[in-house]
């Protein structure tokens, strides 16, 4: 079967399934009320009215921005439509950080490719300042042609990236089974787009071609929905009273979970789960997560 086709029923077969308790739909708002720029302002454009802004990187510097306010649980979601033609070399990041040196981290981080083949999504997620959860697919779609949407849902229960609506991974909250968890950091929400050549495509092999410059990726959505928090704060004042803190929100439904292990089936390119090269234990968390194949 074709890679193309295969991706083109899959995606059939995604629309067509009933989604149980979905996140709320992102509410859109201008750049300017939930974000500020970060680094390399003169690298941000801003576009009807600030609804829209694009990020650009050239051989000078890449740019970024980060939310105004820090959160502590809830649903952040972004609109973004990826570098187009040959973005090798190229990472464009959507992810929260909290601000220490044990840092909790959850990661959208989009990982250009030479023109013609597939961009690469990785996710990861760091608790105490420890990563090394990285899982890599390929989308069912090309990020380019038009914007689409990214999306955590974050709260005491579990971590869920999604695509649109439907979900990629979970982290669930594991503290039974002795699994660091984000629970006690407020965190920031960045997205940066910059230069990796050294790791980002096929491991370094692929640089990037500078006379493609300027490389330009365009936002809008701009969507927070959390419990905003000091820096300092270690717990949420609204804790249960939101709409993504309710049970329905405490774990995913049959069909997501079918839903997410098509994901895990079809699109799959990396999982550190069953990297036996770099854990000859699989982590605790992978199978509850459902991260692992059937027969694992």
């Keep these: 079967m074709g890679f193309k086709w295969m991706m083109m029923l899959v995606l059939c077969v995604l ?8 996140p709320n739909k992102p509410i859109d708002v201008p750049f300017g009320r939930n974000y500020e720029p970060s680094w390399a302002f003169d690298h941000i454009k801003y576009l009807n009215g600030g609804s829209e802004i694009q990020l650009s990187l050239d051989n000078r510097t890449g740019t970024g921005f980060q939310s ?67 899982q890599r697919i390929y989308l069912w779609f090309d990020p380019t042609k038009d914007y ?28 039974n089974l002795g699994i660091k968890f984000p629970f006690d950091q407020p965190m920031k929400i960045y997205s940066s787009l910059w230069e990796a050549d050294d790791w980002a495509t096929r491991g370094g092999l692929e ?20 419990c905003e928090s000091s820096v300092n704060a270690k717990f949420c004042a609204n804790q249960g009273k939101s709409w993504w803190d309710q049970k329905e929100f405490q774990d995913l439904d049959t069909t997501q979970w079918r839903l997410l292990r098509r994901v895990r089936d079809k699109y799959t390119i990396y999982n550190y789960c069953t990297d036996k090269k770099r854990f000859s234990t699989m982590p605790k968390e992978c199978k509850r997560n459902r991260d692992v194949p059937r027969n694992s």
């Excluded at 629309?15 to 979905?22: Q, R």
């Excluded at 990982?111 to 690469?120: A, D, V």
């Design 15 to 22: 629309i067509g399934g009933s989604m149980g308790a979905k």
């Design 68 to 134: 105004k306010g820090s959160y502590l649980f809830g649903h952040f979601a972004m609109h973004i439509k990826m570098v187009a033609g040959d973005s090798a070399g190229t990472v464009t990041a959507f992810y929260l950080s909290s601000q220490n040196s044990e840092h909790d981290e959850i990661d959208f981080e989009f990982l250009g490719n030479k023109t013609g083949e597939p961009y690469i999504l990785q996710t990861n997620v760091y608790t105490g300042g420890k990563g090394d959860k990285e």
């Design 148 to 175: 689409h949407t990214y999306s955590v849902l974050w709260n005491l229960y579990q971590i869920v990236f999604f695509v649109d609506e439907y979900p990629i991974r979970v982290f669930k909250n594991n503290k």
């Design 207 to 226: 640089k990037i071609d500078w006379s493609n410059a300027p490389f330009v990726a365009s936002y809008k959505g701009f969507h927070i929905d959390g």
